[in-house]
């Protein structure tokens, strides 16, 4: 990306803004270049970079709302994409509820910029990787993955007044060892990406791979499991999905809709979303520029709080509480700075809490819509499922299906790790999900 | 200088910097959705995504670079920096990669359409969704309705240094509904006409037309009311009949899939996996039962897969991926088809201007057998007729899946029962196609097209179309829905 242009975005969104043709008009910017260095059997396969942009216009004429959006900075093609939400203002039926965008905001300062990951280059990126290969072939292991940078800037500016903008960085390394039916895995996701030990977590998922050969068969039935945190960020992913956004709220669909306040799970379980922790990939606002802020989502097991935008607290009458996605995102709002809270357990500490059971590293495929009501899920074990006999690892088993409900099985939950892990949530690079080790007493696998 | 002028000019600079092979691809995508929630439109909305991609393979290594600036300048700077990450690649990669051949097409195609979906009335897309939810809302026992349309135009130019020079315009038409029926205790889902938003395809708005969302609300809200007091599906090894658009996704997640070659040689081992599929087993696996015949076709008329050319410029062909129940073909690209001794069949593909083209399914099919599906149930004696996909997952090489359904019926003696909520079945994918025992004929198959196919990383969402029809499946593992 050619550096950024704050300037030149502010610019723009306040000469759409000022547009006198519609009774409101937000501005929603975003630039990025990405490069994403794609690696198979421990070597690059696949090399993506990719400059782009988002410029979303959302118009109000009294009740009625109309959206349009280009990728192109030029002044023409965003007077196009301003008449295109027009037209499609006046052309589409009025709500039944008023949309009340924000106004001016106060922003917590967030630093999620870094030059470091700014100007790392290919030969830098691709030269450490390629050390990591090195130690893999002295292990006997294949290695795949991906090393991702991201620059990006978004902006928003509202014809009430409303402006932010916030440069950000992310850089996220995936790596994946192989050999036989034998893998293992590790990542790690950091705004900046010096902080990002390469060579370490290669040799990590390594370490694993090598762990986890011959692995036996275990008849399905219900164990005792440690969870380590890449499996449980699929969970909590998965619960946020189905249940914690306005719109599964709304439709019925989801395990929070008229439960708020009730016990859902056990005490040990408290969730949240919080934009502004820099544990997560901190942004100060959503998409309509609404400040982010702490929301409690599950307290000690307690239902306590749902994700709205804008759009969806007018629809139900209250406020945003700063999770608005893209203008015209039809999914709706969704937690997307996720916090499961650590316990005061060691993570070492854990496998010999277990005593005898399953140790799972990450699970794959994940499914959340068999029953999301009662929020039964069903996925894979992956990378390294262990069996544990008197809190040590007797040998590695093959993978295994799960099929359970969710909040019931951390209704079991006995001990959470004080260590917590961060991973990307969903596509946007600003969003994560943070989560302990976790041993449940109790957990279905069924083939 | 048009498009066609800058494309040449990059490409002649490109080998003057000694790349092995390089392609470049400009789109311009259009986009309009809309949807409606409970009788109000919930969102109308376009976009306009336009851009340039440049892919180089330099010394054996590959580099991709896109960017939202349709320049020359630009686009020559994306070359550069395709180029750039090729050396990077190339300094420290072993190994090299090489191209099959391919015949350096000069073609335009643009795919037909009755009803150009653009042209339409907003007035008369939104009345169709807001009625249909509207009208679902007042049915008894209805908490909440959705619908979607969403159309788009894909004007494509590509360009290579074999020669090729294609354009293509890809037209995509698609929506559905879906109601739920909710209580207190539970909610149930019924979609229309498929799960997934519904249905897509390449053709124009006549197909919204076809679909004809409003004739088939009684029975759709019919069966969402129902399962609020259906039984829960029970447990235990059942013949299974499961409908089109859930066998769609069977195909769809266990043939399509493991069948990409990339995926089957470890491209995607980083992320969603492998395949089980290894090239080991091409001509002699037995992957199901003699009456199963799984094809990939771009050409399929009005296929949400159908395209003429691919990415890389190779012409769209036929292949069977599962003949008399064999495991006989591969997906493949130039690179990968390379690896079982044969050339490219066409089936790269990348979203839009900035996705790297990777192997995607096209329209991947089954056979059709013989028979309506009235015959397949009057020919159970005893067993569970599944429809609509509700929930998806499967292992990383493609063989443990567990599907669930949005609804079932007892089927007793030859004939439909009570309906059953939270259908599940699961099983290992060649096991579970040598079960099939019985394929519905060409009166029951239709081509089911979804719009959210993902693969790669970045993650690329590509339309996939799956011609399909009821099958029967013997002694199959069902409900694990409540364990």
Redesign the interface.
């Known amino acids: 990306m050619d550096g950024l242009l704050k300037d030149r975005l502010i610019s723009e969104g306040e000469r759409i803004a000022a547009s006198a043709q519609a009774d409101s008009i937000e501005f929603v910017a975003s630039r990025e270049s990405s490069s994403t260095m794609r690696f198979s059997s421990s070597r690059f396969h696949q090399g993506i970079s990719v400059t782009d942009a988002s410029f979303h216009i959302r118009v109000l004429i009294g009740r009625k709302i109309g959206v349009a959006s280009t990728n192109s900075i030029e002044r023409s093609a965003l007077d196009r994409c301003l008449d295109e939400a027009l037209g499609i203002a006046r052309a589409t039926r009025e709500e039944p509820f008023l949309l009340k965008p924000p106004g001016p905001c106060r922003y917590a300062r967030v630093n999620s910029f870094f030059e470091s990951t700014a100007r790392a280059s290919y030969d830098e990126k691709a030269s450490l990787v390629a050390s990591g290969f090195r130690e893999a072939l002295v292990s006997g292991v294949s290695l795949s993955g991906a090393l991702a940078t991201v620059v990006g800037e978004a902006v928003i500016v509202n014809s009430r007044g409303l402006k932010a903008y916030h440069p950000y960085t992310f850089a996220h390394l995936s790596s994946v060892a192989s050999s036989g039916d034998a893998s293992g895995f590790a990542s790690a996701v950091s705004n900046d990406i010096s902080r990002i030990d390469i060579k370490g977590l290669m040799r990590a998922s390594a370490e694993t791979c090598l762990r986890s050969s011959f692995p036996k068969e275990t008849p399905p039935g219900v164990y005792r499991v440690l969870l380590e945190p890449s499996a449980v960020s699929e969970l909590v992913h998965w619960l946020s999905y189905t249940g914690f956004g306005a719109k599964s709220f709304h439709d019925k669909t989801g395990f929070l809709s008229e439960r708020i306040g009730e016990a859902v799970t056990g005490e040990k379980v408290t969730i949240y979303d919080d934009g502004l922790d820099a544990k997560g990939m901190a942004i100060p606002f959503d998409f309509e520029g609404s400040p982010k802020k702490r929301l409690p989502l599950i307290e000690r097991g307690v239902a306590s709080g749902i994700a709205y935008d804008s759009l969806t607290a007018s629809i139900e009458g209250r406020e945003s509480t700063g999770h608005a996605s893209f203008p015209g995102d039809n999914e709706g709002p969704f937690p997307d700075h996720l916090f499961m809270e650590g316990g005061d357990v060691a993570a070492i500490d854990m496998p010999g809490l277990l005593g005898d059971g399953i140790l799972v590293k990450s699970f794959h495929y994940v499914n959340g819509l068999l029953n999301p009501r009662e929020t039964l899920m069903t996925g894979m074990t992956r990378h390294g499922t262990f069996l544990v006999r008197d809190g040590v690892v007797k040998h590695a088993l093959r993978p295994m299906r799960f099929t359970e409900k969710v909040l019931e099985a951390f209704g079991r939950i006995e001990a959470v790790s004080r260590e917590t892990a961060v991973y990307p949530n969903g596509a946007f690079p600003l969003s994560s999900v943070t989560v302990p080790y976790i041993l449940i007493d109790g957990f279905s696998f069924t083939s | 200088m048009g498009m066609k002028g800058i494309f040449v000019s990059i490409l002649a600079r490109l080998k003057k910097l000694g790349v092995d092979y390089a392609d470049i691809r400009h789109e311009r995508i259009m986009t309009e959705?809309m949807?409606a929630l409970d009788g109000?439109?919930?969102?109308?909305?376009?976009?306009?995504?336009?851009?340039v991609g440049v892919r180089i393979l330099y010394r054996g290594?590959?580099?991709?670079?896109?960017?939202?600036?349709v320049t020359e300048e630009s686009a020559m700077k994306?070359a550069k920096?395709?180029l750039?990450?090729?050396?990077?690649?190339s300094?420290?990669?072993?190994?090299k990669?090489r191209l099959s051949v391919s015949e350096p097409f000069v073609e335009s195609y643009s795919t037909p359409y009755e009803i150009d979906p653009f042209s339409v009335a907003?007035?008369k897309k939104?009345s169709l969704i807001?009625g249909v939810t509207g009208a679902a809302l007042r049915e008894k026992g209805i908490?909440?309705a959705?619908a979607?349309l969403e159309f788009s135009r894909a004007e494509k130019e590509f360009c290579n240094t074999d020669g090729a020079f294609i354009s293509q315009t890809i037209l995509t038409s698609g929506g559905g509904y879906h109601v739920?029926a909710?209580?207190?205790d539970?909610?149930q889902?019924r979609s229309y006409p498929d799960g997934h938003h519904g249905l897509f395809a390449t053709r124009g708005y006549e197909l919204i037309e076809e679909l004809d969302f409003m004739g088939s609300l009684p029975r759709v809200t019919a069966e969402a009311r129902s399962l609020l007091y259906a039984r829960e599906c029970p447990s235990g090894v059942r013949d299974i009949i499961i409908d089109g658009p859930q066998l769609a996704l069977q195909i769809h997640e266990s043939c399509g899939h493991p069948a990409e070659l990339d995926r089957a040689l470890?491209?995607?081992?980083?992320?969603?996996?492998g395949s089980f599929l290894t090239p080991d087993k091409l001509g002699t696996f037995r992957y199901g039962s003699p009456i199963v015949n799984i094809y990939a076709d771009p050409n399929e008329p009005g296929g949400a897969g159908s395209y003429r050319f691919d990415d890389e410029g190779v012409r769209a062909q036929r292949v069977d991926l599962v003949r008399d129940g064999v495991f006989t073909g591969y997906l493949t690209s130039r690179e990968s088809a390379l690896a079982v001794g044969g050339v490219s069949n066409g089936s790269m593909r990348g979203e839009g201007w900035?996705g790297?083209p990777l192997i995607r399914m096209s329209n991947v099919c089954i056979t059709p057998g013989q028979g309506t599906l009235d015959d397949l149930v009057s020919d159970t004696k005893d067993g569970i007729l599944m429809s609509v996909n509700?929930?998806?997952?499967?292992?990383?090489r493609r063989l443990?899946f567990?599907f669930?359904a949005e609804i079932a019926w007892e089927i007793k003696n030859g004939k439909v029962k009570e309906a059953f909520r939270?259908p599940?079945y699961?099983g290992s994918t060649p096991g579970f196609w040598a079960s099939c025992d019985a394929v519905c004929g060409r009166s029951e198959w239709r081509l089911w097209g979804l719009n959210s196919c993902a693969k790669?990383?970045?993650?690329q969402v590509a339309h996939v179309g799956h011609g399909a029809c009821p099958a029967r499946f013997r002694s199959v593992?069902v409900g694990?829905?409540?364990?």
């Open positions: 959705s949807q109000e439109v919930e969102g109308f909305s376009t976009d306009t995504s336009a851009g290594a590959w580099g991709f670079a896109a960017t939202n600036i994306a920096e395709a750039a990450m090729a050396r990077a690649f300094a420290v990669n072993t190994g990669a907003s007035d939104i807001a908490s909440s959705e979607f739920i909710g209580d207190n539970d909610a889902v470890g491209a995607e081992l980083g992320f969603a996996g900035g790297l509700r929930s998806w997952s499967i292992d990383d443990n567990q669930g939270n599940v699961y790669g990383e970045p993650m593992k694990v829905g409540k364990p």
